[in-house]
């Protein structure tokens, strides 16, 4: 039997733990403050949901759940082999809260404001910075129509962001509809402009000859392909031609979107306009953003409108917006710096056999102060205590001598460690 975890899976140390808990902990504090409200999802869907959501190339990385006894039985003798799964795992928190909420609308306030917190799986090639199994956390916006929800959701999204303080930052803001209106005057016709986007989409990765290599590997002339990335990458575009470039209702909408969200940024970061930035899921619809780090690099959030969405569940439209951190990656960020949870303070009592319950009420005159752990006391505690400091303990305290309290990590000399032998 193996001992390790299943491929591109993590398990966590308690002060690794304790650390991802905080990181919860405040994010879920800041969006409370702004109104949202926690649900939980199932980590399996149905695979027809799931290979029905435009999620992009995240499609690809679905972990397929095969069908149980008979009816996988079945499958395998029909020799189908699209039918031998039923569900999986769920890729991120979109799809799931999207059926969610066609389940329950009745029950729902409108318009519905909800935080997710949970994991999420996808079949990647293991490698740094990408686990087949990820936290992710989301707020989203149901049921409203207005680009106040963007608003609301980049300022609540950067203001949580800022109480885990990872430093200066920059959001990003683009509109599905603003690049496909740039996209068709640069020569592309209507029904290319998702298959372009796909491919401006990984601009980061592979460079601006690499997205021209692949426009024209799908067959669109070099023409349009250069015209496109010079106004895309090369600051062609600006802010203040976005109305010469677009719909006036749409750009009008859209400029004011990034000017309340400046505003209520407070200069603790900028919201700037970006014209390439698409976001990989197909079912985005309207506006865009992610949230770079500054100090290091990378994003550190990303989300968009998805308003056709759940209509696929209903046969209505519903509008539709979220915002996702990625918690993964702020938490590498700040176990690499070695934060470490702001928690109560750790103590223990050492107790002999039998002796529990009065061991217990002695803990619970220090619980107001402390975590209190109850110890069984070895013959010789030296090393007891020891591991008690690595673990974080601050304070040791002998039911058999309650006044002798033991200051553990820097308040603990090595002469009183040597008498505790």
Do not use: H
């Not at 895309?232 to 009008?252: G, H, M, Q, Y």
Request: proline letters at 3%.
């Amino acid at each position: 039997m193996r001992i390790t975890p299943a491929e591109g899976m993590n398990e966590f140390l308690p002060k690794e733990v304790e650390l991802r808990d905080a990181m919860t902990e405040k994010i879920v504090e800041v969006y409370r403050s702004f109104g949202f409200t926690k649900i939980t999802t199932p980590a399996l869907e149905s695979i027809e949901n799931l290979d029905n959501s435009d999620g992009g190339d995240n499609l690809r990385l679905i972990f397929r759940v095969l069908k149980r006894g008979k009816k996988l039985e079945d499958a395998i003798e029909k020799g189908e082999p699209s039918e031998f799964c039923d569900l999986g795992l769920r890729y991120d928190l979109t799809l799931p809260l999207a059926r969610y909420w066609a389940n329950n609308r009745a029950r729902l306030p409108d318009p519905f404001k909800c935080i997710q917190i949970d994991r999420a799986y996808r079949a990647e090639r293991p490698q740094k910075g990408r686990s087949r199994e990820f936290v992710q956390c989301d707020v989203d916006v149901i049921g409203s129509d207005s680009l106040d929800s963007e608003v609301e959701l980049i300022t609540v999204t950067a203001r949580a962001l800022t109480a885990l303080g990872i430093g200066a930052f920059t959001v990003r803001v683009n509109d599905r509809r603003v690049l496909r209106d740039v996209i068709k005057s640069c020569g592309f016709s209507e029904d290319c402009c998702s298959s372009v986007a796909v491919t401006v989409d990984k601009l980061d990765k592979i460079g601006e000859d690499g997205v021209r290599d692949e426009l024209v590997g799908k067959g669109y002339p070099a023409e349009c392909a250069e015209k496109l990335i010079g106004s895309l990458c090369r600051n062609a575009f600006t802010e203040d031609e976005i109305e010469k470039r677009t719909d006036p209702a749409v750009a009008s909408d859209f400029c004011r979107m990034i000017r309340r969200a400046r505003e209520l940024s407070r200069g603790d970061y900028d919201v700037v306009f970006d014209p390439s930035l698409v976001r990989g899921q197909g079912y985005y619809t309207g506006a865009v953003f992610e949230i770079e780090s500054t100090e290091f690099g990378g994003t550190v959030a990303g989300g968009g409108r998805y308003d056709g969405l759940i209509g696929r569940f209903i046969g209505e439209n519903v509008p539709a917006v979220g915002f996702s951190i990625g918690f993964e990656r702020i938490y590498s960020i700040l176990s690499s710096e070695g934060r470490s949870a702001d928690a109560k303070k750790k103590a223990a009592v050492f107790y002999g056999d039998g002796e529990v319950v009065e061991a217990t009420k002695l803990a619970d005159t220090m619980r107001a102060e402390y975590d209190v752990s109850l110890v069984t006391r070895k013959k010789k505690v030296g090393k007891q205590l020891a591991a008690l400091e690595e673990a974080g303990f601050v304070r040791a305290v002998f039911l058999d001598r309650p006044d002798e309290i033991k200051q553990l990590g820097q308040g603990q000399n090595n002469n009183e460690k040597e008498e505790l032998k």
